[in-house]
Each structure stands twice: as structure tokens, then as C-alpha cells.
């Protein structure tokens, strides 16, 4: 079965630290991969997507994750964090053969702090 | 726009009541979805609908029962609930199923007492 897993579940940085979380996942075929935030008391709103093209990909507020295939991860990445990125991050894959079903990982906490 | 409205935003309702969750979406989409999230957990897939019609069903217990009136609304029936149905009820929409970017709407935090 397909399974997403988050390595890091709760991550503490200090503003201006460089953030990276990781995420593989289980799925030998094609896959579409997504990376989703959760601010405080908000909604889950999308942060990037892969679907093709540049494995390299950049989305919302600075954050760019990597695609690489060989090793079924798929990493978030920010170079100097905010204390407004303090959320819940959730890593998910839609596998081509899924009909419509996104398999999240459990999630990690970033905390940044001030 | 890609937004997803949800209604009420909490609900507190007792075991032997029915209540009814509303999604609504005006993007166009023709899947939508229903998801539950405990705190701290990803969400849990419970239903998708593809043009209107039920595609997928996770097992979800019959005191939920899904509707789809038309291409824009979902709505989430609930009766008989138990408290360990407490959670933030999420709504997502898509262009079509399969793997496209599926657009949550806020929620509903559902109490059951």
C-alpha cells in the first residue's frame, strides 16, 4: 500500500534558520506530490506541487521543495525561516492510479521562534 | 479564485442528534471530497465525488451519509453521532479526481457531547 512518511515531526528553529523537512514516500509508479501548511486555527492551504518538468520546484512565501525520483522524496525547503512559517506541515502524494485519493504524511510542527 | 466555503463553522450537537455540514465551491470543479481530521493528524479521506456521483467511500460508518445535490454543493449528514466523532471536518474540491490539486475550505469543528 502507499504510505508518506515524514521524518521530522516537530522542528524548533530560531528566525533566519535554514529549514528543511523531509518526506518519502512509498509508490513505484508515476505520482504527483504536494506540500501542504496548516497555519494556527486556519485552513490547509497549498504551499507547491509537482507534477512534472523541473524537479525543482518553487511555491508561496519562499518555499521550494525537490523532486528526486531515485530516492522517493520529495523535501521542503526554505532558506531563512519566519516566525509567521510557525505551522503544520503535510507532505502528500496522489499516485496515478489513485482515483482521486491523497495519502498525507503525519505531519510536522514547525516552531520558529522569534 | 480557488476558494471553498464550509458551514457552520462549529457544530456542538448530542448523540442522538442530525445535523448537516454544507460545502459549496464555484470554481467549476467536478470532484469534491470529505475528509476528517483529528488535531495534529493529516486528514483521513471519507468520501469522493466524481460529476456528482459517490466514487469512493473509505468505510466510513453509515451515521455519515454524503449528498451531492449538484456540481457546486456537498453536504455531510450526520445522525447518531459518538463523541470520538469530534473532530474538524474538512470539504475539498478538484478539477476532476485522479491526481489533480485538491483546494480545501476551512472546516467545520464538529463537538459531539
Known amino acids: 500500500a502507499q504510505s508518506v512518511s515524514q521524518h521530522n515531526h516537530h522542528v524548533i528553529l530560531s528566525e533566519a534558520a535554514s529549514l528543511e523537512l523531509g518526506c518519502n514516500y512509498s509508490?513505484?509508479?508515476?505520482?504527483?506530490l504536494f506540500w501542504y501548511v496548516q497555519y494556527p486555527g486556519q485552513h490547509l492551504q497549498l504551499l507547491l506541487k509537482?507534477?512534472?518538468?523541473?524537479?525543482l520546484v518553487k511555491g508561496i512565501k519562499g518555499f521550494e521543495a525537490e523532486f528526486i525520483k531515485s530516492k522517493f522524496s520529495f523535501n521542503l525547503r526554505k532558506p531563512s525561516v519566519q516566525w509567521s512559517d510557525t505551522a503544520e506541515y503535510f507532505c502528500?502524494?496522489?499516485?496515478?492510479?489513485?482515483?482521486?485519493?491523497?495519502?498525507f504524511g503525519q505531519g510536522t510542527t514547525l516552531q520558529v521562534k522569534p | 479564485d480557488t476558494e471553498v466555503t464550509q458551514t457552520p463553522k462549529h457544530l456542538v450537537m448530542g448523540m442522538t442528534n442530525k445535523k448537516s455540514l454544507k460545502c459549496e465551491q464555484h470554481?467549476?470543479?467536478?470532484?469534491m471530497y470529505w475528509y476528517k481530521q483529528k488535531a495534529k493528524k493529516p486528514p483521513e479521506l471519507m468520501f469522493v465525488?466524481?460529476?456528482?456521483?459517490?466514487?469512493i467511500n473509505e468505510s466510513v460508518p453509515s451515521r455519515f451519509s454524503p449528498e451531492c445535490p449538484n456540481s457546486s454543493l456537498l453536504n455531510l449528514h450526520l445522525h447518531a453521532l459518538q463523541p470520538e466523532d469530534s473532530a474538524l471536518y474538512l470539504c475539498?474540491?478538484?478539477?476532476?479526481?485522479?491526481?489533480?490539486?485538491?483546494?480545501f475550505g476551512p472546516g467545520t469543528r464538529l463537538t459531539v457531547l
Open positions: 509508490y513505484g509508479g508515476t505520482v504527483n
Open positions: 470554481m467549476g470543479h467536478r470532484a
Open positions: 502528500a502524494v496522489n499516485a496515478y492510479s489513485n482515483t482521486g485519493k491523497l495519502i
Open positions: 465525488y466524481s460529476y456528482e456521483k459517490l466514487s
Open positions: 509537482y507534477f512534472s518538468g523541473d524537479p
Open positions: 475539498a474540491s478538484s478539477q476532476e479526481t485522479g491526481t489533480d490539486t485538491q483546494y
